[in-house]
């Protein structure tokens, strides 16, 4: 039975399959000397067995109700500290050490947190997300598909990325739409072999922009782009074996690596 009504407005959908919460406990591979960021914990029903099985949880809600209602069931959990707040504004740079992340997420919010976590990447060794079974395989994708664009590249630039499972609709109350898909990131303790973290975001995005057009036809105007070296840095790409007619969803994360540093290093000359 659903305690607290679920919010409509804060895309709330609670899990309530107890082997599904299971298999995300027994993936986050946690030890007593974890600490473990649990995002939007909702009725607590993940909450307690990550209590259980780490050293300490910091579960973040932004639903007040929910608040309270942790705190009256969960509140005798001495490793426990149940915080009342946006995990969009939550100082991740003041955790003290490398936390592990359990979350749930909002199928609306999904990409913004996603993005403020990979931000905080040297205070988080792994993710598990919960997520729209669409974002997971997005996230997760490998080059030449559909599915791959500017968040498949993000997201493997600061992580390794794995599909674990699917959690079928029903599992949830209310009943969402689609399904959701458990996702593991494991982080990297620094981003792969670039220069300019923010100009490859940048490259990246701007190669994605016109997502049907070449590489070529997408980086020509852009910000990442001089236009007076637009020639030279077209031929310094086919050099390294970029051919600027592919398209962006063709290349590999270590080919946009590459070529990041290739626009990086040319810009100048």
Do not use: C, W
Request: aromatic share 6%; hydrophobic share 45%.
């Amino acid at each position: 039975m659903t305690v607290v009504p679920p919010r409509k407005s804060l895309g709330q959908n609670f899990l309530t399959d107890e082997n599904i919460v299971s298999r995300i406990v027994r993936s986050a591979a946690l030890t007593k000397d974890d600490t473990v960021i649990e995002i939007g914990p909702g009725q607590g029903i993940l909450t307690r067995d990550l209590a259980e099985a780490a050293g300490s949880v910091i579960a973040i809600e932004l639903d007040e109700r929910l608040v309270r209602h942790l705190r009256e069931t969960l509140g005798g959990l001495p490793n426990l500290r149940v915080v009342s707040g946006d995990a969009l504004a939550f100082p991740y740079e003041s955790l003290p050490g490398r936390v592990k992340v359990v979350a749930n997420l909002p199928y609306y919010i999904s990409t913004p947190i996603i993005t403020k976590l990979l931000d905080a990447h040297d205070k988080i060794s792994s993710m598990i997300l919960m997520l729209q079974k669409e974002v997971a395989e997005r996230i997760t994708a490998s080059p030449g598909g559909r599915d791959y664009g500017y968040m498949s590249v993000m997201v493997q630039f600061h992580a390794q990325a794995e599909s674990l499972f699917v959690v079928p609709k029903q599992a949830f109350t209310p009943i969402p739409k689609v399904d959701s898909a458990v996702v593991r990131l494991s982080l990297r303790d620094a981003p792969a072999g670039v220069s300019d973290p923010a100009f490859f975001e940048r490259v990246v995005s701007a190669s994605f922009s016109k997502r049907r057009k070449t590489l070529k036809n997408s980086l020509k105007n852009s910000v990442v782009m001089p236009p007076d070296k637009f020639g030279l840095m077209m031929a310094r790409l086919l050099e390294a074996g970029i051919d600027p007619s592919r398209r962006a969803e063709t290349l590999s994360l270590p080919e946009f690596v590459m070529m990041t540093e290739i626009l990086f290093e040319n810009r100048g000359l």
